[in-house]
């Protein structure tokens, strides 16, 4: 509604309209101008008899992206943006620290938070940023992707990734490069898990239609020398959310896979690998990967009845099953295990629930829209969750004692 200031009579009126959310307005003379979220701008002659409102532009909008990355030390928090680029956020003060235009995309913070991994949508550059000054310190070419969620490993001395089909370790200190083979030649890298002591990684390459993806763990065998160890395949193996394709034990002498040859339940099996045995320890068919929640015990779930959580003792094979439903993959669960965060009712899909396997409630929030993905910072100290409406949600969690 547009008012005339010195009469206070209605000048004119656009009838409202199914159309989305209207984020900001303004006077361009006797035009308005109004910008939508799905990315229009359009022009109003509010002046004219029976004027219409017309699209005049259109802004390239990203939809809801399933991504945001946590630096190591949970200091910090990096997004993609609605409208392109992406923007770093410090979790203690939800102050954003840092800001970076289109065509940056895939943000990933270093361990420490100082430092920022970018991929140049139009020069499938990645480029090195300092996120408390802004300045460029490298730019890295021919590289086809900037895999997650952990390309960089926890002691910060490498940057793992994609160039064609071909997994690339970048030394930051001396900027030597390791590159690893193994992968399809049709197929680019999209996931690298690190160890805890950054002396072995999981790096997944993209699954192809019917086609799954490989999945290789290579230890680090020499200053600058990664050598494959053990090889499996998932159909999940490009997804960068929502599922566990492979996990560390908190102390990494273990390693966990999720196999998933092809798109049947029964093709799931979990599959724990021993680094210092070079052997499968633990074979669980029909069963999805979710979290360790110690150096002993792993959680799974049916891939196709029953979702109880079931926990199993990977030296002995024995096998525990909760009493309660669980949640797969592993952004739900707290880093030690113990707990995983869940929608709850009454209006599911907007309120959040951190929940122990006995059923207590540890912690309740509520959201204002509905929730995508949900994440752990990697102390436990915070949960951040991604809304359909492109908002990002940070909470403090203080969790009881088990």
Known sequence: VVWAVESGLVQAELPPTDRTRLLAQSFAGDTMLRFYEDGRITRWPFTENSAVETAV????????????????????????????????????????????????????????????????????EISLHNV?????????????????????????????????????????????????????????????????????????????????????????????????????????????????????????????????????????????????????????PEHELNAWQSEDLLLTNEAQYDTRLTIWHVVNGQKTVSAVGAPGGSEVYAPNGLYYADVAGPNIGRSLKVQQWDANVAAGKVNFGNDLILRWSPDGRWLATLATDSSLWLWPITLPEP
């Open 57 to 124: 532009a259109q802004i390239p909008v990203v939809a809801p992206y399933l991504e945001f990355v946590w630096s190591a030390s949970s200091n910090r928090l990096a997004a993609p943006l609605r409208f392109g680029g992406v923007a770093v956020w410090e979790a203690a003060t939800g102050a954003q620290v840092a800001q970076f235009p289109a065509p940056f995309a895939d943000p990933r913070l270093s361990p420490d938070g100082r430092l920022l991994a970018l991929r140049n949508l139009e020069t499938e």
């Open 132 to 284: 408390d000054s802004g300045q460029l310190i490298a730019t890295i070419p021919n590289a086809a992707t900037l895999p997650a969620p952990e390309p960089f490993s926890p002691d910060g001395q490498w940057l793992a990734y994609g160039s064609g089909s071909k997994l690339h370790l970048l030394q930051l200190n001396s900027g030597q490069t390791v590159v690893l083979d193994g992968y399809p030649a049709d197929r680019t890298i999209v996931n690298v898990i690190w160890s805890p002591q950054s002396d072995a990684l999981v790096a997944a390459s993209s699954a192809i239609d019917e086609n799954p993806g490989t999945v290789i763990l290579w230890e680090k065998t020499g200053d600058d020398e990664f050598t494959a160890v053990y090889q499996t395949e998932s159909t999940r193996a490009g997804y960068t959310c929502c599922v566990t394709i492979a996990a560390f034990s908190p102390n990494g002498t273990r390693v966990a896979f999720e196999r998933f040859s092809s798109y049947e339940a029964t093709s799931f099996v979990v599959e724990v690998y021993d680094r210092q045995l070079g052997e499968l320890i633990l074979e669980a």
